[in-house]
């Protein structure tokens, strides 16, 4: 049994409010019968379009058993 996460964040993605920017979490469960999509623009993000967006792959950082994965954006002065 095979399960797929992706994780996507466009580029220059603009919401037209003080809080730009966003990550599209797109995951597949074997038990449903169509992908779902997640949109996040959290509050406390940095903000404007030259925020800049960084991402990670450490591993099981949890020590859940799983891949995880870490998403941030430094702030930028």
Known sequence: ???TTLLLGP???SQAGPNEGA???VYSFPSL???ALIT???S???QGSDANFGSGLPGDFNGDGFDDL???SPVRV
């Open 23 to 25: 990550a599209h979490l």
């Open 11 to 13: 580029n220059e993605t």
């Open 44 to 46: 406390n993000t940095p």
């Open 33 to 35: 019968s169509e992908n």
């Open 70 to 72: 870490i998403v941030g």
């Open 40 to 42: 996040r623009n959290p």
């Open 1 to 3: 049994m095979i399960t």
